[in-house]
């Protein structure tokens, strides 16, 4: 058994694994797996982006123009950032600094309800005009079938990314929680480095959804 | 002796446990109460069909008939029956492991199961559905019936099946026993590993597409619908992107027991491992890339029909790979005539058939004629019920042993074996000829002509069903009155079979040493 | 040669700099940057080609360095390298067939 020098209680080696860094291990190549799910959840939708973008190709260009762009800009960079500052959370951790993990912690908490807000602020505006998804579709500015699925799309890709925002919230409160209370300490950083990878992978998701509803070209 | 029936009693015990072989039999319950409801199912269809007019089920009713069918019997059934009971039972013991890598979490997946069947269940019950399992689009955004309700609860059923298959894939990399290689492991094995890739990567699609279904159905999302000008062959493509690899995650685990069965019961090493194993990955990866032969007549550009076309023949050439490998096996060995062997040569010939139809519907320019018939109902019938149902019934005869610590009788076992065979091979042998004449599924009434046919399954689907009620009989009473068996009645050089039987909580007294190979049968047992 | 289970962990424990956050956190920024700047510039589909090519190379560092693919096992890299190629497989069967009707 490795001697860590940390702080904090020896994490306890469950009966099936044969020691603490098969342990490990698989807690970090389950956290992969279910990432791994979760893209794929995606997937589906990437699929009828490619197919309807491939068919109303103006509609979908033209409809991009209504999306704010100032928006859409400002949350990915607070989501890298933040993918930073969670980064930066595990980090500290691991050279036990509790207190830098939780400034880090909270900062990157702070941005995703950031993110939040501008999107509310974005869904409010899309209302105002007009904007739904679906058969509630009622945007006088563009009628037309290429921009109803271009919206509906839109709502229904970055709601889903929301949801996973706000568990990705949850899950990072939780830890910083158990951080605070001296759960998980440099001895056993494996929750905070789970909600970690799994914030991550909301940020990668926003890098994509960024360039397909926001960014025209031509 | 305490083993892991009797070392803790009372129905907390059970129900909160997580021991992987008492979470193996909770959903072998589970499992089996579904094969149940989803063969009442069937005989109802198949009574119906009998006269060619209305007999006893109007249209509506007979719609959702072969829909709650094909719903439970994919769904709850298939797809989760062999990993669920025995990847859980035995894939630890295979490993050497005292349990699988996630205990706590195999447990939650037997409640979201049973969360979703509930859901699924109620649905059938309050409205039920009448889309056919497919939920084809722009009918499933409109149905009078229970869709959104329904598809909702095969989406947990789904989550459940996620979380299997990742528990199982990180308890083969993190849980082998020291010395064992991956290139030493089970065949069992292998094959709940490709099949639980298949559940973790898939899965999520067909979450997807259910969703947006149940969400156009309930709230008017409407992706798929053409008056907003969406696509309904989009629904067909995330749909089947799941439904494609999805038999194979039914076919695969049942080749996994044939490999276990071949060689204990032919006391021989498989006549190639590495192709076996192989294979399995093989299938695993091929079965991703076939989906839009589903989808011939859909409307689909000439560019996809071709390439799904051939893709689809290479995926049999890693079955025949394996069947080869079997019969060869088989050769070299001594064969013992068991219950479990009697099923496998029922596999093979039903596997092989049925696999050959595969290759004939997967040829689009002979599909245009087969699909939408009993030809293509036949063609999976043949699959599933010939392959996969009776590898199953196969390994509850060659793992009941180990599994209660009692023998089931083997006269019995034959008679229900030659029951389920026989009542199989006359139910669907006649639909390939209905299918072939142009009777196509999902048809309430047919013109007289196709009458004869039509009795001839009937009466098969009646002998199938008494053979399976025998089965279940037997079974039952060997479960209480059944000799006690010793630890390795069928000689097996299985590691499974090191255990005592029943196995302690912990699977082995000691902690296992691998010191020769799972199929070591030029060398004594231990 | 893939590592071992325990030497990942002993890596994990001894963090070293972390300047590589520093770095990776202002190449994503930079690469925002550009895909911004690029999209004044360029044309229709080839547009929209090039942005989620930037945004591939984003995401590949975020894998690489924040969520420390650099020093994961072989399986838990092919887990990740997987995923995104049947993402990528399931979007070409769509496109292949709604592209060429």
């Known amino acids: 058994m490795t001697d860590h020098g940390h702080q904090g209680p020896a994490p306890r080696v469950a ?97 995703g309800l950031l993110f939040l807000v501008f999107k509310g602020i974005e869904y409010g505006i899309h209302f105002r005009d007009g904007v739904f998804p679906g058969h509630y579709y009622a945007y006088q500015e563009m009628p037309g079938h290429g921009a109803q699925l ?64 926001y960014l025209t070209t031509g | 002796m305490t083993s892991y029936l009797t070392e803790t009693t009372g129905i907390k015990s059970w129900l909160l446990t997580k021991d992987h072989k008492r979470i193996g039999l909770l959903f072998m319950i589970a499992t089996a109460l579904a094969l149940m409801l989803g063969g009442v199912f069937a005989l109802l269809i198949r009574f119906e069909l009998v006269s060619p007019g209305p007999d006893f089920l109007d249209g509506l009713t007979y719609n959702q008939m072969f829909t709650h069918h094909g719903v439970v019997m994919v769904f709850l059934f298939m797809v989760p029956v062999i990993p669920t009971v025995f990847g859980n039972f035995f894939l630890p ?18 409640y979201v199961y049973c969360a979703g069947a509930a859901i699924v269940l109620a649905a059938l019950w309050f409205g039920g559905i009448d889309t056919g399992w497919t939920f ?175 893709l689809s023949m290479m995926v049999a050439i890693f079955s025949a790979i394996k069947v080869f490998t079997w019969t060869i096996t088989l050769k070299h060995g001594r064969i013992r005539f068991t219950t479990p062997m009697l099923y496998f040569f029922g596999f093979m010939f039903l596997f092989v058939f049925g696999g050959m139809t595969g290759v004939a519907v997967a040829t689009s320019s002979l599909d245009v004629h087969w699909t939408d018939t009993y030809f293509v109902v036949a063609h999976f019938h043949f699959i599933m019920v010939g392959g996969t149902l009776t590898m199953y019934l196969a390994a509850i005869h060659y793992w009941f042993p180990k599994m209660f610590g009692r023998m089931y009788p083997e006269r019995w076992g034959l008679i229900g074996a030659a029951g389920v065979i026989l009542g199989f091979i006359f139910t669907f042998t006649p639909q390939f000829l209905l299918g072939n004449a142009g009777m196509p599924r999902r048809y309430w009434t047919y013109p007289p002509d196709y009458q004869w046919l039509n009795v001839a399954s009937t009466a098969g689907a009646t002998i199938l069903a008494l053979g399976l009620l025998v089965t279940l009989g037997y079974l039952i009473w060997a479960l209480f009155k059944g000799p006690k068996a010793e630890r390795n009645p069928w000689g097996s050089r299985g590691y499974e079979w090191l255990a005592p039987t029943p196995p302690p909580v912990h699977n082995f007294e000691a902690p296992l040493e691998i010191t020769r190979g799972p199929y070591d049968y030029h060398l004594p047992e231990t | 040669m893939d590592k071992t289970e325990s030497q990942v962990m002993a890596e994990r424990e001894h963090p070293g700099s972390g300047g590589k956050y520093v770095f990776a956190l202002i190449a994503l920024l930079c690469l925002t940057a550009l895909t911004f700047g690029l999209h004044y510039v360029t044309v229709g589909e080839l547009g929209m080609i090039v942005a989620l090519t930037i945004a591939a190379v984003k995401v590949t560092i975020v894998g690489l360095v924040f969520m420390e693919l650099r020093r994961s096992m072989v399986a838990t890299r092919t887990v990740a390298a997987v995923a995104v190629v049947f993402v990528v497989l399931l979007c070409l069967g769509v496109f292949a067939d709604v592209g060429f009707r």
């Open chain 1, 15 to 111: 009966i099936q694994f044969q020691d603490l860094a098969k342990q490990e291990h698989a807690a970090h190549f389950g956290m992969w797996l279910f990432l791994g799910s979760e893209l794929l959840l995606f997937a589906g939708l990437f699929g009828l982006y490619t197919a309807y973008r491939t068919r109303y190709a103006t509609a979908f260009a033209e409809a991009v123009h209504h999306n704010a762009l100032w928006i859409g800009t400002t949350n990915v960079v607070i989501l890298i950032v933040s993918s930073f500052t969670v980064a930066w959370a595990v980090h500290s951790l691991r050279r036990d600094r509790r207190r830098t993990t939780l400034w880090s912690l909270a900062i990157t908490m702070l941005l």
């Open chain 1, 150 to 213: 271009f919206f509906t799309l839109y709502y229904f890709m970055t709601g889903l990314h929301a949801l996973h925002m706000i568990g990705g919230l949850a899950a990072i409160g939780w830890v910083a929680a158990r951080v605070a209370r001296g759960k998980t300490t440099a001895a056993y950083p494996i929750p905070l480095e789970l909600g970690a990878l799994y914030w991550h992978l909301v940020d990668s998701i926003w890098i994509f959804l960024w360039p397909m509803f």
């Open chain 2, 93 to 110: 013991m295979m490993l050497g492991a005292p349990d699988v890598a996630f205990p706590r979490l195999n447990l939650a997946s037997f």
């Open chain 2, 136 to 310: 084809y689009t722009p009918y499933s955004a409109t149905s009078p019936t229970s869709v959104a309700t329904a598809a909702f609860g095969v989406f947990v059923v789904g989550v459940s099946s996620i979380l299997t298959g990742l528990n199982f894939i990180v308890t083969v990399h993190t849980l082998r026993a020291k010395n064992l290689r991956w290139l030493e492991m089970p065949l069992f094995v292998w094959a709940i590993y490709a099949t639980a890739i298949i559940q973790v990567i898939a899965t999520p699609v067909l979450g997807m597409s259910l969703l947006l279904v149940a969400l156009d159905h309930a709230w008017g999302l409407g992706i798929f619908d053409p008056s907003m000008g969406g696509d309904p062959v989009l629904f067909q493509h995330l749909f089947w992107f799941y439904s494609h690899p999805a038999v194979y995650i039914m076919i695969l685990p049942a080749m996994g027991v044939v490999s276990e069965v071949v060689c204990t019961f032919s006391h021989n090493r498989p006549s190639s491992y590495r192709a076996i194993a192989f294979s399995s990955l093989g299938i695993a990866f091929i079965g991703f890339l076939t989906w839009g032969h589903h989808m011939f007549v859909a409307g689909m550009s000439v560019v996809d029909v071709g390439v799904f076309g051939i």
